[in-house]
């Protein structure tokens, strides 16, 4: 399984400093670089420079005016392309394009129309040397874009906007994901936890040179201790925010409903789901991640 990592993608509208993010829980950064083929983001060099001393995976994107038009996408992708060279961005990691309605771009002129600027635009930055990817909201990517032939072209490459509420989201509710073929990243928030920045969701592992831990093998391994599956267990307070609430599971790993934090419950069974440590709690299917509570 992928590894599940939050994500935050910034512009000139966020900070130049990546440490509330990193605080948070993101382990990559988008940042934005260009517009068009004469606008680009002062920050963006801080916000790289930032991410890195918070050792954070750097991509970058770059926000479409070109509409169908395969000349202006080919002009706008070296323009990104040249930008991306001069920040120093690792050709290991993904150039995105932000194909969406804003700032005189227009997404009707048609599917075929607009799908072949598209791809002309990710060939310009993939013969460049660099991973490529596709983002806009789920509405414009069904309705707007062949899908299917850029991911046949490139593979799980899409970076789908589709949010559950608007406002304060802090993690993803998957009963409201976006089922499309080819999402590699799940926007679904625009203000993850209360940052105001977009917050995301790796879907697919997006970076491949990873350093991998590694554990030297002892003469004897000690027998592992055997789960204690009865008890209580307590739900602290996270983040010092006492309105924090967690997210139940059921024993098949659908979300339930939410419990506050700084409560007491009696566990009754222990076991895995999802790959997280869990308690039940309650007499109903019920499931508490071990990672928010711990037996007292």
Known sequence: MANRDYV?????YQSTSMSAYKHAGARQVIVKLTEGTG???PKAHYQIKSAHYHHMYVHAYHFA??????SRA???????????KKLNVSKKR????DWETGDGNSV???TYSNTKAIMAFMKVCHDAGYKVGLYSGAYVLRQHVDTSTIVKKYGTCLWVASYATMGRIDTPNFNYFPSMDGVAIWQFTDNWCGLNVDGNIT??????DRKLAVHKKSAERPKPKPIKKTGIVYVPVINRNPDYKVRLLDSKGKYQKYIRTSTTWKVWDAKTIRGMKCYRIGTDEQWVPAKFAKLI
Not at 8 to 12: I, L, S
Not at 94 to 97: A, G, K, N, T, V
């Open 108 to 110: 009707v002129n048609g």
């Open 8 to 12: 935050v993608d910034v512009a000139v």
């Open 203 to 208: 879907l697919k592992e997006l970076i491949t």
């Open 39 to 41: 606008y680009f983001n």
């Open 65 to 70: 005016t070109f509409g169908s038009s395969v």
């Open 94 to 97: 993904y150039l995105w394009l």
């Open 74 to 84: 080919k002009a706008e992708a070296k323009f990104f392309v040249a930008r991306a």
